[in-house]
């Protein structure tokens, strides 16, 4: 069982998180320094020894301590201090390729009009493969992983902003500008056997056909011992069929 750690502790490892470092969990904060709790949570939750944090915990931090480090404003929680955030400002200096994930079942239609923000206000990319993963897995269990080809998407007129050391922000990223895994090959819907005036079609030679009337039928059944009663009168009568007569006596005649 994970030893929970006590408040004070809990707030100094968030307060690295959200006013230093948020790139490096994967984390994208807003214009005023918010980040939704959720989202801290699932990053929290990805740490050894941090799986246990919920939401009653970040509210211990801000009433028992004297003098908390984050405040929380809905479903949203910030540092109080930000000075050392990395700044986001637009970059050309990229790597060749940059990673990103989108979910399963949106990957076909990604691959036919680009990628859009789901749940943010940009595409996050990261140029580490793991983290890109990471940052996936959130929204989807089994994320489908695209590679984005910078130079010919910066051809293509897309800009990025730099949030951090490894995190890469762009408003959309045609569908030409990156790779993926192929589409998966789609089942043809099964056959359904011809009708012909409102009968089945023909089946094939040693085919069995099922009577659909027929199974339709009620199906009387017979107990044993009144199959007994009726066999052994059927015999009965077959013994009097064939029985002899008697003659009479003479002195009857």
Not at 18 to 36: I, Y
Not at 90 to 117: F, M, Q, W
Not at 195 to 203: D, F, S
């Amino acid at each position: 069982m994970t030893k929970q750690r006590s408040p004070k502790q809990l707030a100094k490892f968030i307060d690295y998180i959200l006013a230093r470092r948020p790139d490096e969990f994967g984390l994208v904060l807003d214009m005023e320094g918010f980040v939704k709790i959720k989202e801290l949570l699932k990053a929290l939750h990805e740490e050894t020894g941090w799986k246990y944090v919920r939401r009653s915990h970040l509210n211990e931090i801000v009433i028992t301590l004297p003098q908390p480090t984050v405040e929380i404003l809905e479903n949203k929680i910030r540092a109080k201090t930000r000075d050392h955030l990395p700044k986001s400002m637009p970059t050309s200096d990229l790597p060749k390729l940059l990673y990103t994930c989108v979910r399963r079942k949106a990957y076909p239609s990604v691959r036919e009009k680009g990628i859009y923000p789901s749940g943010q206000h940009h595409v996050v990319l990261s140029s580490n493969h793991e983290l890109a993963q990471r940052i996936g897995k959130r929204m989807d269990p089994s994320p489908v992983m695209l590679t984005v080809h910078t130079q010919h998407s910066a051809h293509k007129g897309v800009r990025y902003h730099q949030a951090g050391d490894a995190l890469f922000l762009s408003d959309h990223i045609p569908a030409d500008c990156f790779t993926g895994p192929p589409l998966p090959k789609e089942k043809p819907p099964p056959k359904k056997p011809e009708m012909i005036e409102g009968y089945p079609a023909r089946t094939s030679a040693g085919s069995y056909t099922i009577d659909i009337q027929e199974k339709m039928r009620p199906q009387v059944t017979v107990s044993k011992k009144y199959r007994g009663e009726i066999e052994s009168q059927k015999d009965r009568g077959r013994r009097k069929k064939h029985k002899r007569k008697r003659e009479r006596p003479p002195w009857r005649r």
